[in-house]
Nanobody, 122 residues
């Protein structure tokens, strides 16, 4: 069993930055692919970025490529999402999730955090 707790959300002006953190409890954190998803008002939840267990492979949605960076520190059981050049369209609840396999779909992930709100006013 893995429990995930996100932090770092908030309100930021367009063009600003935030760093989200997600800390995991439980064993074998480094064996999980970790993903960040987001869900805006009236939208389905979708994958923003993911990172392999060792941290050597990352993938990003095209909408955030070049602005967001996912990273992890396995010694701290933590995954991060650095978000720069934020836009109003980035407003959403952001979730971290752990997958025993790998993928971009919600169904590929076994464990989820409670979510953290990011708001970028227009």
């Amino acid at each position: 069993q893995v429990q995930l707790v996100e932090s770092g959300g908030g309100l930021v002006q367009a063009g600003g930055s935030l760093r989200l953190s997600c800390t995991a409890s439980g064993r074998a954190f480094s064996t999980y692919t970790m993903g960040w998803f987001r869900q805006g008002p009236g939208e389905d939840r979708w994958s923003v970025a993911r990172i392999s267990g060792r941290g050597d492979i990352t993938h990003y949605d095209d909408s955030v490529k070049g602005r967001f960076t996912i990273s992890r520190d396995n010694a701290k059981n933590t995954v991060y999402l650095q978000m720069n050049s934020l836009e109003p369209e980035d407003t959403a609840v952001y979730y971290c999730a752990a997958s025993g396999t790998s993928g971009t779909q919600v169904r590929d992930y076994d464990y989820w955090g409670q979510g953290t709100q990011v708001t970028v006013p227009s």
